[in-house]
């Protein structure tokens, strides 16, 4: 087991009672002059589905790196379940139980979807090289459970008649939606999706946000997203936080979020650029 790493920002997070699933507290990133992540901070409760938005270059997935450990923050602490992560690296960090999805979709393309599911499924071995080679009774009854989990997963997603097909032949949005089962399929109890609905149409997106509710109440998991669809997150997201030059603008409920001034400048320009009818939209 990883040892914890002494990071005296933490005594900082813990708040009484139940701690949150998820704790960042004053966590900052520079990538040479450039200050991406600035004093962020952010609590998530278990079950809740939440957002983060913000322009384009606000720092989103630099908080999503930082998270999950594929950046280390300057300062600033992460605590997951208790224990603090902060600058764990990647896999450890998965382990523990975060998945995510990337905003450039990563997938074995030239495997089956039924393997790309298969192998995050595989974080949870529980046989030997033994088994593996002379294909004991462990070995072949953890494939049977893996086969049987993985193909679930893609019926859950609309998939499981494509499970043969490469990965690279599905059309862009089930892509999208293979990529959130193979995290699923990690028995994460966060889930960070990194603009699940880019590049889907009206419809897909509308399915999108029925499969996230789905997800959260059928495995209990908690959702952080990334996205620039703001009717997605209005309709889906309890709790919102606004990036605008890496620092937090804005946090709480979505009705409160689409009227805050600060959040449509920040989206729209000064007051005198855009509309005061009271049409604008994010």
């Known amino acids: 087991?990883?040892?914890?790493?002494?990071?005296?920002?933490?005594?900082?997070v813990i708040k009484p009672g139940a701690p949150p699933l998820l704790a960042a507290h004053g966590l900052v990133k520079r990538f040479g002059g450039l200050l991406a992540v600035d004093d962020f901070s952010l609590e998530l409760r278990s079950g809740q589905i939440a957002g983060l938005i913000g322009p384009n270059g606000a720092g989103k997935t630099t908080v999503f790196n930082l998270i999950t450990g594929l950046d280390r923050p300057d300062a600033g602490a992460i605590l997951f379940a208790g224990q603090d992560i902060t600058g764990r690296p990647a896999h450890r960090i998965a382990e523990l139980g975060?998945?995510?999805?990337?905003?450039?979709?990563r997938l074995a393309g030239q495997l089956s979807v039924l393997d790309n599911v298969k192998i995050a499924c595989h974080k949870h071995l529980d046989y030997g090289f033994a088994d593996a080679v002379l294909r004991l009774g462990r070995y072949r009854r953890h494939e049977?459970?893996?086969?049987?989990?993985?193909?679930s997963l893609l019926a859950l997603f609309g998939l499981a008649q494509l499970a043969a097909e490469p990965a690279d032949a599905l059309p862009y949005g089930k892509r999208r939606n293979l990529e959130i089962a193979r995290a699923l399929a990690t028995e994460g109890s966060l889930l960070l999706l990194d603009e699940p609905a880019a590049g889907l149409n009206g419809r897909e997106t509308a399915d999108l946000v029925e499969l996230i509710r789905d997800i959260r109440d059928r495995y209990g998991v908690t959702i952080l997203?990334?996205?620039?669809?703001m009717k997605l997150v209005m309709r889906l997201c309890e709790h919102v936080v606004v990036l605008d030059y890496g620092k937090v603008i804005a946090r709480g409920r979505p009705e409160q979020i689409?009227?805050?001034?600060?959040?449509i400048e920040a989206y729209l320009g000064k007051p005198k650029d855009y509309p005061r009818d009271g049409n604008c939209e994010l």
């Open 225 to 229: 997203l990334i996205e620039h669809d």
């Open 1 to 12: 087991m990883t040892p914890a790493i002494r990071n005296p920002a933490v005594d900082h």
């Open 98 to 105: 975060i998945a995510r999805t990337f905003q450039n979709i």
């Open 258 to 263: 689409r009227d805050d001034p600060l959040v």
């Open 144 to 151: 049977r459970a893996t086969q049987e989990k993985a193909l």
